[in-house]
């Protein structure tokens, strides 16, 4: 049995970064934290909970809408959690019924698995107008179709985020989503403040990539950015240092009505952990320059893990180290009503992250440990 105390330079409890404490490991679960012993053994970094990701297209060469499939979204996981995301929702973008279909089927079959979360509907009751990447041809007013998959999922105890535009459902639709649990996202949409407005008071709850995809805010017009950004709303925001402009990243923080309804997220393609293109919609989309692009040169998706979004959020937005983590762990945990996804005790090893010192590299706990623990300690 091993039974160890380890003193990290700095710990995230889920809150606050902690410095002079220690976890005590007991058979590669963490089952306390406390002030450090003197016999703790000392290691670099910030031990962390793994990264939580609610916008994941892909990953390790995958594509969710081209591998709807359990095992796809398993190799999606697996690509993520090398970069410290131990938590994903895979998410589905526009397309054919069909395609929605196998992948709420692969949803409900994962429910259980290690790193699922749930299932993200990102359209296709979308704005064309707004659409970014997504293909036209499967753009939709919002159906009794979608709202069945929907009901599916939940009656099954899949966790559901649906990303809509409120130019594409009824506010009767978002009120019946909502009640059935699903948590409604404000994406991809021209619409003014005040159908954005609607839409949150019948139970919207959530934005999707704040600034990508919606109706921008001007002096005398909100827009959808304007409204949800003077909302209570949840919002999440890519921080790849293409889809929007660091300053407006601190602008957004600095403007929010409250503090923590800001959440990171990678909106990651199948490059990240595989190779510098995929094919989506028939249509080559490659990475250039650290953008991922289409044959049209319009951003389609990010190459960029949440680690390197804690990164850029530390050194460039230049917000504190526990600010960026709560937006990369605590936040999206909870707003998916998974906040176990935030604590450190209770936690495997293999669940915590170790960040460095300068936020450039992460490994997982385990590994650490391994490294560290002196024979002596097993028994």
Request: net charge negative; glycine share 10%.
């Amino acid at each position: 049995m091993t039974d160890i105390w380890i003193a990290p330079k700095h710990v995230f409890d889920g809150q606050r970064v902690l410095s002079g404490h220690a976890v005590r490991v007991v058979d590669d679960i963490m089952v306390d934290l406390d002030k450090a012993p003197k016999e703790a053994l000392q290691i670099n970094g910030c031990v962390t909970p793994g990264f939580v990701d609610l916008q994941v297209n892909g990953g390790g060469g995958f594509m969710l809408n081209t591998t709807p499939t359990r095992e796809g979204m398993a190799s999606i996981a697996s690509a993520h959690r090398r970069f410290g995301t131990v938590a994903i929702m895979p998410t589905v973008i526009t397309d054919t019924a069909e395609v929605l279909d196998r992948a709420a089927e692969a949803a409900i079959a994962a429910k259980d698995d290690e790193g699922i979360i749930g299932l993200h509907i990102e359209g296709p009751h979308i704005s064309v107008a707004r659409r970014g990447t997504h293909n036209c041809a499967n753009i939709r007013d919002f159906d009794s179709h979608t709202m069945d998959v929907v009901a599916q999922l939940r009656h099954q105890g899949v966790a559901v985020m649906i990303t809509l535009a409120p130019e594409a459902a009824s506010l009767y639709r978002i009120t019946a989503l909502a009640d059935m649990g699903a948590v409604v996202s404000i994406g991809h949409t021209d619409a003014p403040a005040e159908d954005v407005e609607a839409v949150i008071a019948a139970g919207a709850t959530c934005a999707t990539h704040l600034f990508n995809a919606m109706s921008p805010m001007t002096g005398r017009a909100p827009g959808a950015v304007g409204a949800i950004i003077n909302s209570g709303v949840h919002a999440g925001i890519i921080c790849d240092g293409h889809h929007v402009d660091d300053r407006m990243i601190r602008l957004a923080l600095r403007a929010r009505p409250s503090d923590d309804l800001m959440f990171l997220v990678s909106d990651a393609m199948a490059t990240v952990g595989g190779p510098d293109h995929f094919d989506l919609y028939g249509q080559k989309i490659h990475l250039a320059n650290g953008r991922l692009i289409n044959a049209e040169g319009n951003l389609a998706g990010a190459h960029v893990t949440q680690a390197e979004g804690i990164a850029r959020l530390v050194h460039h937005v230049g917000i504190p180290l526990g600010q960026a983590l709560r937006m990369a762990v605590t936040i999206p945990a909870q707003v998916m009503g998974q906040s176990r996804l935030a604590q450190m005790v209770g936690r495997r090893t293999r669940d915590l992250v170790v960040l460095s010192d300068d936020l450039t590299r992460t490994h997982p706990f385990a590994d650490a440990c391994a490294r560290i623990v002196p024979q002596d300690a097993t028994e």
